[in-house]
């Protein structure tokens, strides 16, 4: 039988740790080995343990360097880092971890997370990108001028479907869900001015 | 996991201080402040109020968990339910947006008209949305929960419609958010920013509270009748 991956939990609260270490107790692929409750010496333990994921909540990173997890451990190139969230964490920083696992999930989800993550970890994906293609930027000024999909579409030479891509991208990127939202957005980012609204 | 809920021997000075937010719902009900060490029972009788429909509200308030019983609930706590719903309408309309539309009009003029006269409108679509949906629930939803408790029933009409309905209200309260942290240029007024994006947070969350009321209170109820 294969080895069952080696976890490291780091996790301040002693009855969440518990309970973590509780339901993979009996898990024939995962075992985890050491709890921390801070991550002071985390990088120490990363050396001595060699785990194979490394579960964080996410809430106990320094919060300034929040969003460099994948810098932080990049160095552990054999180790996936999963959130592990207990409280709101915002979808950027989460982003960053080969898998979210939440305080509600149950076991079996859990251990599907986990499974997700050591396959995650060795597509390094790219960067995600907050600025907006030329192309997005296009769907957006025709999107503010109060085009439907199909105008866009013909517009611009795309399928349907490609605009209706383009334009989850826009509203993924800006946070911007409405039409007059985006409207608003174009005029200060001086892609439309005030005469082109109709 | 059954996570505490508030309950009628509380005192209701306690419960507040568990959960400030509740502040807002006094005034829906009545009730003034200087209640003393009066518990929630105490206090919904002196003012005729039903305690279980009283905590409800207050535990969908406060418990993301929470899902009421509706099934205690009786005929007789519709007419609370329906000027609960009503006195909030009012707040966030005469009290809240009034107020956000003051401040962001001072805002959309330090902007300059370029800039100024987008937010301005989008602010006006916004508060017309909401002035629609509000009238849509007085003036439809309302009149029929009313017809109901007649016995009177309505083929055209169900609670159902009103559940379908998705107004984009929240979605525009978020946007105005991000344009005014992310987009609007930096020089513009800070301070004032910072006031109206307090004051929009706080009317978002209220709203949001005041449709789950809706959904886990209110629509449940109705259908229980309508089966009858």
């Known amino acids: 039988m294969k080895r069952q991956s080696k976890i490291l939990l780091v996790e301040s609260s002693p009855i969440i740790a518990a309970g973590f270490t509780y339901l993979l107790s009996d898990s024939i692929y995962f075992e985890v080995v050491r709890v921390l409750d801070a991550l002071d010496k985390l990088h120490e333990k990363i050396h001595a343990i060699k785990p194979d994921i490394l579960v964080v909540n996410p809430s106990l990173m320094d919060y300034s360097k929040r969003y460099m997890v994948k810098s932080m451990f990049r160095e552990y190139k054999d180790t996936a880092v999963v959130a592990f969230v207990t409280t709101y964490v915002e979808q950027a920083v989460l982003k960053q971890y080969h898998a979210v696992i939440e305080i509600d999930d149950t076991k079996q989800k859990i251990e599907s997370k986990l499974h997700d993550a050591l396959l995650d970890k060795n597509n390094n994906e790219p960067k995600e990108n907050y600025e907006l293609s030329d192309r997005e930027k296009d769907v957006l000024i025709a999107v503010a001028k109060g085009k439907t999909n199909k105008e866009i579409a013909d517009e611009l030479c795309l399928s349907i479907h490609t605009v209706i891509t383009h334009r989850k991208n826009i509203n993924r990127k800006t946070g911007i869900k409405t039409i007059s939202g985006l409207t608003v957005y174009a005029l200060l980012n001086n892609l439309i001015d005030e005469s082109s609204v109709k | ?228």
């Open chain 2, 1 to 228: 996991m059954k996570p505490l809920l508030f309950t009628e021997n509380m005192k209701l000075a306690d419960v507040i201080n568990a959960n400030h937010h509740l502040i807002l719902i006094l005034n829906r009900f009545g009730i003034k402040f200087g209640f003393g060490e009066k518990t929630v029972a105490e206090v919904c009788e002196t003012y005729h109020i039903s305690t279980s429909f009283f905590l409800m509200v207050c535990n969908v308030y406060s418990f993301k968990h929470y899902q009421p019983n509706t099934s205690v609930l009786a005929l007789s706590d519709i007419p609370f339910l329906i000027s609960y719903l009503q006195l909030s309408h009012h707040y966030y309309l005469n009290e809240r947006l009034s107020l956000i539309k003051d401040s962001l009009y001072k805002i959309a003029k330090g902007a300059g008209t370029k800039y100024g006269t987008s937010l301005q409108v989008f602010f006006d679509e916004y508060e017309q949305e909401v002035i629609e949906h509000f009238d849509y629930e007085e003036k439809t939803v309302f009149p029929y929960i009313a017809q109901l408790m007649k016995g009177e029933k309505n083929t055209d009409y169900s609670i159902d419609c009103f559940r379908s309905i998705h107004s984009n209200i929240e979605d525009k309260l978020s946007d105005l958010i991000s344009i005014l942290i992310k987009y609007l240029p930096s020089d513009i007024m800070h301070n004032e920013r910072v006031e109206v994006l307090n004051d929009i947070f706080h009317l978002t969350e209220d709203l949001n509270k005041h449709s789950l009321i809706e959904e886990k209170i209110l629509v449940p109820f109705v259908e229980s009748l309508e089966k009858e």
